[in-house]
């Protein structure tokens, strides 16, 4: 007699067990010689070893195939219950390489531009990755996107999210209500983000726990981040000294991902942006990867590449300018 018990939780119970037990009474006629039990997001198997064996396998196969997808139907569930030939049954892993992860309902997270593609590879050889884009390149959501998935696959405990409570020159102290009430604002697009990829009750069971923790950059200070997959959001707004405390955190197993935007500093005149630097001193260390995004990035609507093209021809108008000043004046 032998017993196992398998988890389920990187899939959506309810995609798995079906609408009244439908996909897992079919779990219990395929195999009637085991005892098959539910408790919570764990299935329990006892029986002879050989049986137990082969029930494992394919109740792995229907969980790789939801990690995947998100959804099974019963006749596909059925079919993968029957069928030996696992490779004719699971999607092709080189036709979904550019998915990240499975959001609720099936919704599928790719990764859209050869940028967010190279983010994606990048991530998998390297600790820590600078992706420094303009707005609307996908760099925070496809950073996002690779926390969930390593979340998912159980290569890291936790997600840590964190940006500068920075942003055009307001000051928190005016904000209305409490600390929480004042920071939340700074930290919804990282909310958004997660919604898209994480059932709404399963968030809330992350954030409860501190599986998934999204907090201000001055809050990092003194820890040690391990066993975690850690993004800091715009990092433009950080300060070189809050940019090195924040590198420095980082422990032996965890991986880091710094998304900004070198054209929206918001920090006050007398301070210079951190990343600036950054990006320049860790540009040949090892193990430190480096993604710039551009306008052929942007995934949002058609008129932002076209915005984001004239804001950057400015730009060059008013350097040219500054420079020919600056040489008539000498």
Do not use: C, W
Not at 214 to 234: C, Q, V, W
Not at 237 to 258: E, V, W
Not at 317 to 328: A, G, Q
């Amino acid at each position: 007699m032998t017993e196992a018990i398998i988890n389920l939780e990187t899939v959506n119970p309810i995609e798995f067990f079906g609408i009244n037990n439908n996909k897992f009474d079919l779990l219990k006629r395929r195999f009637p010689l085991l005892k098959i039990l539910s408790r919570g997001s764990q299935i329990k198997l006892s029986g002879q070893p050989d049986e137990v064996a082969a029930a494992q396998i394919k109740i792995n196969q229907v969980i790789k195939y939801l990690e995947r997808n998100g959804h099974l139907s019963e006749n596909y569930f059925s079919k993968i219950l029957g069928d030996d030939e696992q490779q004719e049954l699971l999607p092709d892993d080189s036709a979904n390489s550019d998915i990240l992860v499975f959001g609720p309902n099936g919704k599928v997270i790719k990764a859209k531009t050869q940028n967010q593609k190279l983010m994606a590879a990048v991530s998998e050889k390297n600790d820590i990755i600078f992706a420094i884009g303009p707005a609307g390149t996908g760099k925070t959501y496809t950073a996002v996107a690779l926390a969930v998935r390593a979340l998912k696959n159980k290569a890291v405990r936790k997600i840590i999210l964190t940006r500068p409570a920075v942003e055009a020159g307001e000051s928190l102290g005016f904000l209305p209500g409490d600390l929480k009430e004042k920071i939340d604002p700074y930290l919804r697009p990282l909310y958004d983000a997660l919604d898209d990829m994480i059932p709404t009750d399963k968030l809330s069971y992350y954030m409860t726990n501190r599986t998934i923790e999204i907090a201000p950059l001055a809050y990092m200070r003194g820890r040690t981040l391990d066993n975690s997959f850690i993004i800091l959001d715009e990092a433009q707004n950080a300060t070189d000294l809050q940019l090195k405390m924040f590198l420095t955190r980082i422990g032996p197993s965890a991986k880091a991902i710094i998304t900004g935007d070198l054209t929206q500093i918001d920090l006050p005149k007398n301070q210079k942006s951190g990343l600036v630097k950054a990006t320049r001193i860790l540009r040949n260390v090892d193990g430190i990867a480096h993604v710039e995004l551009d306008e052929a990035d942007v995934v949002r609507h058609r008129l932002v590449k076209q915005i984001i093209r004239a804001y950057d021809k400015e730009h060059e108008r008013e350097e040219d300018l500054r420079k020919h000043k600056e040489e008539k004046e000498l």
